[in-house]
């Protein structure tokens, strides 16, 4: 199974993107009841949860990313998009998608995909 990401590139601040995740190799019924979630690092810190979508599909967020940022999953495709609106300079960092399978217990990392948002 590999996670490919893309959609990452440079924006002006206020602008937008849309970030995908394809869970290549990965069976759809796997794909279906895993959660998904995309993380945000900034070089030396931690990997921050950004969005977070449970199996049932309900979405969480990082509050700094409420109102601006959705979450969303096709299945029949095994995708994983994060929208990004209304982009700001803070947002610039590599984003990490994420699959957690509960049927097999494996957390899926993907390689990353930079945003950098310009003033």
């Known amino acids: 199974v590999q996670l490919v990401e893309s959609g990452g590139g440079l924006v002006q601040a206020g602008g937008s993107l849309r970030l995908s995740c394809t869970a290549s190799g990965m069976i759809l019924s796997v794909f279906s009841s895993s959660t998904k979630s995309w993380y945000a690092q900034v070089p030396g810190k931690q990997r921050e949860l950004v969005a977070h979508?449970?199996?049932?599909?309900?979405?969480t967020y990082a509050d700094s990313v409420k109102g601006r940022f959705t979450i969303s999953r096709d299945n029949n495709r095994k995708r994983v998009y994060l929208q990004m609106n209304s982009l700001k300079r803070i947002n610039t960092t590599v984003y990490y998608c994420?699959?957690?399978?509960?049927?097999?217990?494996?957390?899926?990392w993907g390689k990353g995909t930079q945003v950098t948002v310009s003033s």
């Open positions: 979508m449970a199996t049932d599909g309900t979405p």
């Open positions: 994420r699959i957690s399978s509960e049927s097999n217990g494996t957390n899926y």
